[in-house]
């Protein structure tokens, strides 16, 4: 499994999380899915959870207009992408328990850790780390 994410893009979602802490940022990867999974753009959210400093939400309506917005663009959804401002590259308990989309990847940009990004396919019942080619 692999994502391949454009170096631009790849730099604009670590400094939305930098620009973005200490709350959590949440945005959705947009391009062509498949293995591998190509990243064409990134559209952020506001995250509208009750404490985004440790969790991420998309406002469903806000959600809805992007969903939307990628539909009509005729490209398919990646993924999504969220930071931890302080936590490890690798997904929470939390992050699993809300996981939603099987097949599709989630990026986490942690500002902790050099390399800041790493992407996890969801299975449904657990991540898969998948490697990122930045192109």
């Keep these: 499994m692999t994502l391949e994410l454009p170096d631009a ?12 802490s200490p709350a959590e940022v949440v945005g959705i990867l947009v391009g062509r899915h498949g293995d591998p999974s190509r990243v064409e753009r990134a559209y952020r959210a506001t995250n ?3 404490r985004p400093e440790v969790r991420y ?17 005729e490209l398919d959804i990646v993924g999504f992408y969220h930071s931890h401002p302080r936590g490890p590259l690798e997904p929470s308990d939390t992050d699993a328990r809300l996981a939603a ?3 599709y990847s989630y990026v986490i940009v942690s500002l902790a850790d050099e390399p800041p990004i790493a ?3 969801w299975r449904g ?3 898969d780390p998948e490697s990122v080619r930045v192109v």
């Design 9 to 20: 893009v790849r730099c604009r979602i670590v400094e939305d999380a930098r620009s973005g």
């Design 48 to 50: 509208a959870a009750e």
């Design 57 to 73: 939400e998309i406002a469903p309506a806000e959600e809805l207009e992007l969903l939307e917005r990628i539909d009509a663009s």
């Design 101 to 103: 989309w099987p097949g």
């Design 119 to 121: 992407s996890w396919r």
């Design 125 to 127: 019942d657990r991540f």
